[in-house]
Protein backbone atom coordinates (compact mmCIF):
# COMPACT_ATOMS: atom_id res chain seq x y z
CA UNK A 1 0.00 0.00 0.00
CA UNK A 2 1.01 3.49 -0.79
CA UNK A 3 1.29 5.83 2.06
CA UNK A 4 2.52 8.98 0.24
CA UNK A 5 -0.14 11.32 1.00
CA UNK A 6 -0.45 10.23 4.52
CA UNK A 7 -0.34 12.88 7.51
CA UNK A 8 2.40 11.64 10.05
CA UNK A 9 -0.20 10.50 12.91
CA UNK A 10 -1.81 8.53 9.85
CA UNK A 11 1.52 7.15 8.95
CA UNK A 12 2.79 6.20 11.91
CA UNK A 13 -0.21 3.84 12.76
CA UNK A 14 0.31 2.31 9.41
CA UNK A 15 4.02 2.11 10.07
CA UNK A 16 3.26 0.22 13.45
CA UNK A 17 0.60 -2.12 11.98
CA UNK A 18 3.27 -2.92 9.59
CA UNK A 19 5.93 -3.72 12.01
CA UNK A 20 3.72 -4.64 14.81
CA UNK A 21 6.06 -8.38 15.49
CA UNK A 22 8.49 -6.53 16.83
CA UNK A 23 7.40 -3.54 18.21
CA UNK A 24 4.09 -4.31 20.08
CA UNK A 25 6.54 -5.81 22.72
CA UNK A 26 7.88 -2.72 23.51
CA UNK A 27 4.19 -0.84 23.74
CA UNK A 28 3.75 -3.61 26.72
CA UNK A 29 6.56 -3.44 28.60
CA UNK A 30 4.99 -1.78 31.89
CA UNK A 31 8.05 -0.57 33.34
CA UNK A 32 8.36 2.32 31.23
CA UNK A 33 6.57 5.49 31.38
CA UNK A 34 5.61 7.37 28.44
CA UNK A 35 8.92 9.14 28.00
CA UNK A 36 10.76 6.12 27.57
CA UNK A 37 8.36 3.90 25.73
CA UNK A 38 8.66 7.22 23.08
CA UNK A 39 12.40 7.06 22.99
CA UNK A 40 11.93 3.93 21.70
CA UNK A 41 9.86 4.51 19.27
CA UNK A 42 11.48 7.40 18.26
CA UNK A 43 14.20 5.60 17.10
CA UNK A 44 12.58 3.35 15.11
CA UNK A 45 9.87 6.27 13.27
CA UNK A 46 11.81 9.34 13.37
CA UNK A 47 13.88 8.89 10.28
CA UNK A 48 11.60 6.88 8.34
CA UNK A 49 8.96 9.68 8.82
CA UNK A 50 11.57 12.18 6.70
CA UNK A 51 10.77 9.79 3.84
CA UNK A 52 8.41 8.59 1.16
CA UNK A 53 7.61 5.27 2.60
CA UNK A 54 6.25 2.40 0.92
CA UNK A 55 5.29 -0.52 3.33
CA UNK A 56 4.12 -4.15 2.21
CA UNK A 57 3.36 -7.11 4.77
CA UNK A 58 3.70 -10.78 3.64
CA UNK A 59 2.07 -13.09 6.23
CA UNK A 60 3.53 -12.82 10.07
CA UNK A 61 6.44 -10.56 8.89
CA UNK A 62 6.72 -7.12 7.59
CA UNK A 63 9.17 -5.00 5.27
CA UNK A 64 9.52 -1.32 5.62
CA UNK A 65 10.84 0.84 2.63
CA UNK A 66 12.39 4.05 2.32
CA UNK A 67 13.13 5.89 -0.63
CA UNK A 68 15.43 9.08 0.18
CA UNK A 69 16.18 12.19 -2.58
CA UNK A 70 18.52 9.90 -4.67
CA UNK A 71 16.21 7.57 -5.38
CA UNK A 72 18.29 4.63 -3.18
CA UNK A 73 15.58 2.47 -1.40
CA UNK A 74 16.61 0.93 2.29
CA UNK A 75 15.41 -2.02 3.65
CA UNK A 76 13.79 -2.08 7.59
CA UNK A 77 12.87 -5.65 7.52
CA UNK A 78 14.71 -6.59 10.52
CA UNK A 79 13.11 -8.77 13.01
CA UNK A 80 14.76 -11.43 14.89
CA UNK A 81 13.63 -15.03 14.45
CA UNK A 82 12.51 -16.30 17.90
CA UNK A 83 15.09 -18.94 17.44
CA UNK A 84 17.88 -16.88 16.98
CA UNK A 85 20.87 -18.09 19.55
CA UNK A 86 23.45 -15.07 18.05
CA UNK A 87 22.16 -11.42 16.89
CA UNK A 88 25.23 -9.43 15.47
CA UNK A 89 25.35 -6.16 14.13
CA UNK A 90 28.15 -4.88 11.84
CA UNK A 91 29.63 -1.28 11.99
CA UNK A 92 32.98 -1.50 9.87
CA UNK A 93 33.47 2.28 9.47
CA UNK A 94 35.44 2.23 6.09
CA UNK A 95 35.81 5.74 5.85
CA UNK A 96 37.35 5.96 9.51
CA UNK A 97 40.75 5.14 8.56
CA UNK A 98 44.47 6.19 8.46
CA UNK A 99 46.88 4.34 6.72
CA UNK A 100 49.18 2.01 8.78
CA UNK A 101 47.56 2.95 12.07
CA UNK A 102 46.64 -0.37 13.65
CA UNK A 103 42.55 0.87 14.61
CA UNK A 104 42.10 0.66 10.90
CA UNK A 105 39.12 -0.49 8.23
CA UNK A 106 40.46 -4.21 7.93
CA UNK A 107 39.91 -4.76 11.63
CA UNK A 108 35.94 -5.82 11.03
CA UNK A 109 35.85 -7.07 7.66
CA UNK A 110 38.71 -9.58 9.12
CA UNK A 111 35.82 -10.78 11.52
CA UNK A 112 33.43 -11.04 8.65
CA UNK A 113 35.37 -12.91 6.67
CA UNK A 114 36.24 -15.42 9.08
CA UNK A 115 32.65 -15.81 10.36
CA UNK A 116 31.94 -16.73 6.34
CA UNK A 117 34.85 -18.80 6.38
CA UNK A 118 33.89 -21.27 9.29
CA UNK A 119 30.44 -21.22 8.55
CA UNK A 120 29.03 -19.08 11.44
CA UNK A 121 26.43 -16.87 9.59
CA UNK A 122 22.62 -17.52 8.77
CA UNK A 123 24.10 -18.46 5.47
CA UNK A 124 24.60 -21.79 7.50
CA UNK A 125 23.42 -21.57 10.02
CA UNK A 126 20.48 -20.37 9.05
CA UNK A 127 17.86 -18.04 11.65
CA UNK A 128 19.89 -19.09 14.47
CA UNK A 129 23.07 -16.74 13.75
CA UNK A 130 20.85 -13.72 12.94
CA UNK A 131 22.82 -10.36 11.52
CA UNK A 132 21.20 -7.48 12.23
CA UNK A 133 20.86 -5.02 9.59
CA UNK A 134 19.26 -1.07 8.94
CA UNK A 135 19.94 -0.19 12.36
CA UNK A 136 19.10 3.14 13.06
CA UNK A 137 22.24 5.75 14.06
CA UNK A 138 22.39 6.69 17.56
CA UNK A 139 21.46 10.00 18.38
CA UNK A 140 22.86 12.84 20.16
CA UNK A 141 20.88 12.31 22.58
CA UNK A 142 21.75 8.94 23.10
CA UNK A 143 25.36 9.75 23.17
CA UNK A 144 25.28 12.82 25.34
CA UNK A 145 23.13 10.45 28.15
CA UNK A 146 27.32 10.01 28.37
CA UNK A 147 29.78 12.02 26.58
CA UNK A 148 29.61 16.35 26.99
CA UNK A 149 27.40 18.09 24.19
CA UNK A 150 30.06 20.69 24.02
CA UNK A 151 32.35 17.54 22.64
CA UNK A 152 29.47 15.80 20.42
CA UNK A 153 29.10 19.35 18.34
CA UNK A 154 32.64 20.15 18.18
CA UNK A 155 33.32 17.03 16.56
CA UNK A 156 30.47 16.86 14.26
CA UNK A 157 31.98 20.89 13.55
CA UNK A 158 35.85 19.11 12.95
CA UNK A 159 34.17 17.33 10.13
CA UNK A 160 34.65 20.48 7.85
CA UNK A 161 38.17 20.60 8.38
CA UNK A 162 38.97 16.71 8.13
CA UNK A 163 36.59 16.96 4.68
CA UNK A 164 39.52 19.93 3.64
CA UNK A 165 42.79 18.02 5.50
CA UNK A 166 41.87 14.65 5.30
CA UNK A 167 42.80 13.03 8.80
CA UNK A 168 42.80 15.47 11.39
CA UNK A 169 43.90 14.01 15.17
CA UNK A 170 40.94 14.76 17.68
CA UNK A 171 43.09 13.69 20.60
CA UNK A 172 45.87 16.14 22.20
CA UNK A 173 48.09 13.03 22.97
CA UNK A 174 47.58 11.75 18.98
CA UNK A 175 46.70 8.30 18.32
CA UNK A 176 42.95 9.19 17.82
CA UNK A 177 42.30 10.68 14.62
CA UNK A 178 39.32 11.15 12.79
CA UNK A 179 38.30 12.18 8.93
CA UNK A 180 35.03 13.46 7.30
CA UNK A 181 33.13 10.43 7.71
CA UNK A 182 34.22 9.56 11.64
CA UNK A 183 31.09 11.93 13.40
CA UNK A 184 28.45 10.24 11.07
CA UNK A 185 30.40 6.54 11.06
CA UNK A 186 30.47 6.99 15.31
CA UNK A 187 26.94 7.58 15.09
CA UNK A 188 26.31 4.15 13.36
CA UNK A 189 28.95 1.90 15.06
CA UNK A 190 26.81 3.26 18.82
CA UNK A 191 23.79 2.74 16.37
CA UNK A 192 24.43 -0.66 16.08
CA UNK A 193 24.88 -2.09 19.84
CA UNK A 194 21.62 -0.32 20.93
CA UNK A 195 19.64 -1.96 18.30
CA UNK A 196 21.13 -5.37 19.52
CA UNK A 197 20.03 -4.39 23.55
CA UNK A 198 16.49 -3.54 21.86
CA UNK A 199 16.65 -6.72 20.41
CA UNK A 200 18.08 -8.60 23.47
CA UNK A 201 15.80 -7.35 25.88
CA UNK A 202 12.45 -7.92 24.06
CA UNK A 203 13.92 -11.54 23.20
CA UNK A 204 14.14 -12.43 27.09
CA UNK A 205 10.29 -11.28 28.06
CA UNK A 206 9.28 -14.50 25.78
CA UNK A 207 12.25 -16.90 25.82
CA UNK A 208 13.76 -18.13 28.40
CA UNK A 209 16.78 -18.69 26.69
CA UNK A 210 17.24 -15.06 24.57
CA UNK A 211 20.32 -14.52 21.95
CA UNK A 212 23.44 -13.28 23.07
CA UNK A 213 24.13 -10.38 20.88
CA UNK A 214 27.68 -9.29 19.81
CA UNK A 215 28.37 -5.54 18.34
CA UNK A 216 31.50 -5.86 15.41
CA UNK A 217 32.11 -2.08 15.62
CA UNK A 218 34.89 0.01 15.47
CA UNK A 219 35.90 3.07 16.11
CA UNK A 220 36.06 0.73 19.53
CA UNK A 221 34.95 3.20 22.39
CA UNK A 222 36.17 2.06 26.12
CA UNK A 223 38.51 5.21 26.52
CA UNK A 224 36.36 7.86 25.26
CA UNK A 225 35.95 9.94 28.53
CA UNK A 226 33.06 12.18 29.05
CA UNK A 227 34.50 15.14 27.74
CA UNK A 228 36.03 13.73 24.56
CA UNK A 229 38.28 11.27 22.74
CA UNK A 230 40.99 9.42 23.63
CA UNK A 231 43.41 5.91 22.60
CA UNK A 232 41.65 5.46 18.92
CA UNK A 233 37.89 5.77 20.30
CA UNK A 234 35.25 8.18 19.87
CA UNK A 235 32.35 7.39 21.56
CA UNK A 236 32.07 5.50 24.28
CA UNK A 237 29.65 2.51 22.53
CA UNK A 238 29.45 0.61 25.74
CA UNK A 239 28.89 3.46 28.32
CA UNK A 240 26.59 4.66 26.02
CA UNK A 241 24.34 1.22 25.24
CA UNK A 242 24.79 0.84 29.32
CA UNK A 243 23.14 4.38 29.87
CA UNK A 244 20.10 3.37 26.87
CA UNK A 245 19.25 0.10 28.87
CA UNK A 246 18.52 2.17 32.29
CA UNK A 247 16.54 4.99 30.74
CA UNK A 248 14.71 2.89 27.80
CA UNK A 249 14.27 -0.39 28.99
CA UNK A 250 14.37 0.43 32.66
CA UNK A 251 17.34 -1.71 33.55
CA UNK A 252 19.07 -0.18 36.46
CA UNK A 253 21.61 -2.58 37.38
CA UNK A 254 24.35 -2.82 34.98
CA UNK A 255 27.11 -5.13 35.27
CA UNK A 256 30.29 -3.89 32.34
CA UNK A 257 32.68 -6.72 31.70
CA UNK A 258 36.13 -5.05 30.52
CA UNK A 259 38.73 -7.90 28.93
CA UNK A 260 40.53 -5.91 26.63
CA UNK A 261 44.23 -5.76 27.15
CA UNK A 262 44.47 -1.86 28.16
CA UNK A 263 42.40 -0.76 30.94
CA UNK A 264 38.85 0.97 30.06
CA UNK A 265 39.24 4.65 31.47
CA UNK A 266 36.97 6.48 29.88
CA UNK A 267 34.08 3.61 30.85
CA UNK A 268 35.45 3.87 34.75
CA UNK A 269 35.18 7.69 34.64
CA UNK A 270 31.96 7.68 33.15
CA UNK A 271 30.46 5.58 36.26
CA UNK A 272 32.96 5.81 39.42
CA UNK A 273 30.77 7.61 41.11
CA UNK A 274 27.06 5.47 40.32
CA UNK A 275 26.40 2.45 42.21
CA UNK A 276 23.85 0.90 40.14
CA UNK A 277 26.92 -0.10 37.16
CA UNK A 278 29.32 -1.65 38.23
CA UNK A 279 32.37 -1.96 36.13
CA UNK A 280 35.15 -4.56 36.36
CA UNK A 281 38.39 -4.65 34.28
CA UNK A 282 41.00 -6.74 33.76
CA UNK A 283 44.20 -5.82 31.75
CA UNK A 284 47.91 -5.69 31.98
CA UNK A 285 49.49 -3.59 34.71
CA UNK A 286 50.97 -0.57 33.19
CA UNK A 287 49.61 -0.58 30.15
CA UNK A 288 48.45 2.18 28.03
CA UNK A 289 46.73 4.69 29.45
CA UNK A 290 48.28 4.00 32.84
CA UNK A 291 45.05 4.19 34.97
CA UNK A 292 43.35 1.13 36.20
CA UNK A 293 45.22 0.83 39.67
CA UNK A 294 43.51 -1.91 42.23
CA UNK A 295 42.57 0.93 45.25
CA UNK A 296 40.88 2.45 42.15
CA UNK A 297 37.10 1.22 43.11
CA UNK A 298 35.01 4.18 42.91
CA UNK A 299 33.80 6.63 44.84
CA UNK A 300 30.64 8.50 46.45
CA UNK A 301 27.58 6.21 46.04
CA UNK A 302 29.70 4.33 44.02
CA UNK A 303 32.40 3.14 46.11
CA UNK A 304 33.07 -0.52 45.66
CA UNK A 305 30.93 -0.70 42.60
CA UNK A 306 34.81 0.02 40.49
CA UNK A 307 36.85 -3.29 40.13
CA UNK A 308 40.26 -3.25 38.12
CA UNK A 309 42.51 -5.82 38.18
CA UNK A 310 45.62 -5.71 36.33
CA UNK A 311 47.42 -8.36 35.08
CA UNK A 312 51.27 -9.16 35.05
CA UNK A 313 52.42 -8.84 31.60
CA UNK A 314 52.80 -12.72 30.71
CA UNK A 315 49.87 -13.97 32.06
CA UNK A 316 47.18 -16.18 29.92
CA UNK A 317 45.22 -18.70 29.97
CA UNK A 318 45.62 -20.19 33.42
CA UNK A 319 45.84 -16.96 35.45
CA UNK A 320 42.14 -15.93 33.54
CA UNK A 321 40.45 -18.63 34.17
CA UNK A 322 41.35 -17.46 37.79
CA UNK A 323 40.30 -14.76 37.78
CA UNK A 324 37.14 -15.45 36.12
CA UNK A 325 36.37 -18.38 39.24
CA UNK A 326 37.46 -15.95 42.18
CA UNK A 327 36.46 -12.74 41.30
CA UNK A 328 34.10 -11.77 37.87
CA UNK A 329 31.57 -14.76 38.74
CA UNK A 330 31.53 -13.98 43.21
CA UNK A 331 31.69 -9.99 41.66
CA UNK A 332 28.43 -10.64 39.34
CA UNK A 333 26.73 -12.74 41.54
CA UNK A 334 26.95 -10.18 44.17
CA UNK A 335 25.68 -7.34 42.41
CA UNK A 336 22.67 -9.40 40.61
CA UNK A 337 22.80 -7.53 37.24
CA UNK A 338 19.92 -6.69 34.82
CA UNK A 339 22.00 -6.99 31.92
CA UNK A 340 25.55 -7.80 31.43
CA UNK A 341 27.64 -5.67 29.13
CA UNK A 342 30.96 -6.58 27.80
CA UNK A 343 33.55 -4.68 25.98
CA UNK A 344 35.29 -7.59 24.38
CA UNK A 345 39.14 -6.49 23.29
CA UNK A 346 41.54 -8.96 21.92
CA UNK A 347 44.44 -7.29 21.99
CA UNK A 348 45.41 -9.31 24.83
CA UNK A 349 46.21 -12.53 22.59
CA UNK A 350 49.72 -13.65 22.90
CA UNK A 351 50.26 -12.74 18.82
CA UNK A 352 49.03 -8.81 18.89
CA UNK A 353 51.73 -6.34 19.02
CA UNK A 354 50.18 -3.76 21.34
CA UNK A 355 50.45 -5.44 24.68
CA UNK A 356 52.39 -8.24 26.60
CA UNK A 357 49.84 -10.96 27.82
CA UNK A 358 49.65 -14.03 26.50
CA UNK A 359 45.71 -15.10 25.78
CA UNK A 360 44.82 -17.57 23.30
CA UNK A 361 41.11 -18.12 21.37
CA UNK A 362 40.98 -20.66 24.02
CA UNK A 363 41.18 -17.50 26.67
CA UNK A 364 38.32 -16.18 24.88
CA UNK A 365 35.94 -19.03 24.43
CA UNK A 366 36.20 -19.97 28.07
CA UNK A 367 35.05 -16.23 28.95
CA UNK A 368 32.18 -16.18 26.39
CA UNK A 369 31.43 -19.48 27.54
CA UNK A 370 30.98 -18.23 31.24
CA UNK A 371 29.76 -15.18 30.80
CA UNK A 372 26.96 -16.74 28.54
CA UNK A 373 26.29 -18.81 31.17
CA UNK A 374 26.30 -16.08 33.91
CA UNK A 375 23.46 -14.41 32.31
CA UNK A 376 21.59 -16.95 32.12
CA UNK A 377 21.77 -17.35 35.95
CA UNK A 378 21.65 -13.61 36.62
CA UNK A 379 19.53 -11.80 34.30
CA UNK A 380 17.34 -14.19 31.95
CA UNK A 381 20.10 -14.30 29.68
CA UNK A 382 20.34 -10.32 28.82
CA UNK A 383 24.28 -10.07 27.57
CA UNK A 384 25.56 -8.03 24.35
CA UNK A 385 29.42 -8.11 23.44
CA UNK A 386 31.19 -4.44 22.26
CA UNK A 387 34.19 -5.35 19.95
CA UNK A 388 36.81 -3.44 21.46
CA UNK A 389 40.83 -3.68 20.76
CA UNK A 390 42.33 -6.92 18.74
CA UNK A 391 45.35 -5.08 16.00
CA UNK A 392 46.50 -9.05 14.61
CA UNK A 393 43.95 -9.23 12.32
CA UNK A 394 44.66 -13.07 12.56
CA UNK A 395 44.76 -13.43 16.28
CA UNK A 396 41.52 -11.42 16.34
CA UNK A 397 39.03 -13.30 13.75
CA UNK A 398 40.05 -16.32 15.41
CA UNK A 399 39.43 -15.43 18.97
CA UNK A 400 35.60 -13.97 17.29
CA UNK A 401 34.98 -17.55 15.85
CA UNK A 402 35.86 -19.05 18.63
CA UNK A 403 33.53 -16.85 20.78
CA UNK A 404 30.69 -17.19 18.79
CA UNK A 405 31.51 -21.09 18.98
CA UNK A 406 31.38 -20.69 22.42
CA UNK A 407 27.85 -18.96 22.39
CA UNK A 408 26.82 -21.72 20.42
CA UNK A 409 27.58 -24.24 22.63
CA UNK A 410 29.85 -26.19 20.31
CA UNK A 411 33.50 -27.18 21.07
CA UNK A 412 36.57 -24.38 20.66
CA UNK A 413 38.45 -24.70 17.55
CA UNK A 414 41.80 -23.44 19.42
CA UNK A 415 43.63 -26.22 19.32
CA UNK A 416 43.70 -25.62 15.16
CA UNK A 417 44.01 -21.87 16.14
CA UNK A 418 47.04 -21.21 18.60
CA UNK A 419 50.77 -23.10 18.54
CA UNK A 420 51.22 -23.84 22.28
CA UNK A 421 55.19 -23.55 21.25
CA UNK A 422 54.99 -20.01 21.50
CA UNK A 423 53.58 -19.63 24.83
CA UNK A 424 55.61 -19.16 27.72
CA UNK A 425 55.72 -19.75 31.60
CA UNK A 426 53.25 -17.41 33.26
CA UNK A 427 53.80 -15.76 36.29
CA UNK A 428 51.47 -17.26 38.57
CA UNK A 429 52.82 -16.13 41.79
CA UNK A 430 52.82 -12.81 40.43
CA UNK A 431 48.92 -13.45 39.26
CA UNK A 432 47.85 -15.17 42.40
CA UNK A 433 49.07 -12.00 44.64
CA UNK A 434 46.93 -9.79 42.64
CA UNK A 435 44.13 -12.01 42.32
CA UNK A 436 44.06 -12.56 46.80
CA UNK A 437 44.78 -8.52 46.71
CA UNK A 438 41.35 -7.87 44.61
CA UNK A 439 39.61 -10.53 46.35
CA UNK A 440 40.26 -8.64 50.19
CA UNK A 441 39.59 -5.11 48.99
CA UNK A 442 36.59 -5.77 47.62
CA UNK A 443 35.56 -8.60 50.46
CA UNK A 444 34.91 -11.70 47.95
Same mark, same amino acid.
Do not use: W
Given at each position: ???????????? &???????? @?? !????????????????????????????????????????????????????????????????????????? *??? /???? &????????????? &??????? $?????????????? @?????????? *??? +??????????????????????????????????????????? #???????????? $??????????????????? +????????????????? +?????????????????????? *???????????????????????????????? /????????????????? @?????????????? &??????????????????????????????????????? !??????? $????????? #?????????? !??????????????? +???????????????????????????????????????
Amino acid at each position: MELRALPSSALS &EHLISCIV @PR !YIKIKNICKLNLEEKAAVMRRSFDQLLRFNLRCSAKGDSATVYASNAHGMELSFSNIPPHDARILYSVAPSMG *HNK /ENHP &ESNLRVPAIVNAL &EGFELTS $KYRGLEVFEMQNFL @PASVDDIARV *HAR +AYVAGLQKAMSKATDEGIIFIDGSGPTYATETTFQESLIAAGA #GLSLVDSVVSAS $KNSPNPPIGFALIRPPGHH +AIPKGPMGFCVFGNIAV +AARYAQHVHGLSRVLIIDFDVH *HGNGTCDAFYDDPNVFFLSTHQVGSYPGTGKI /EQVGQGKGEGTTLNLPL @PGGSGDYAMRSVFD &EVIAPCAQRFKPDIILVSAGYDAHVLDPLAGLQFTAGTY !YMLASSI $KQLAKELCK #GRCVFFLEGG !YNLQSLSHSVVDTFR +AFLGEPSLAPEFDDPAILYEEPLSKAKQVIQKVKHLHSL
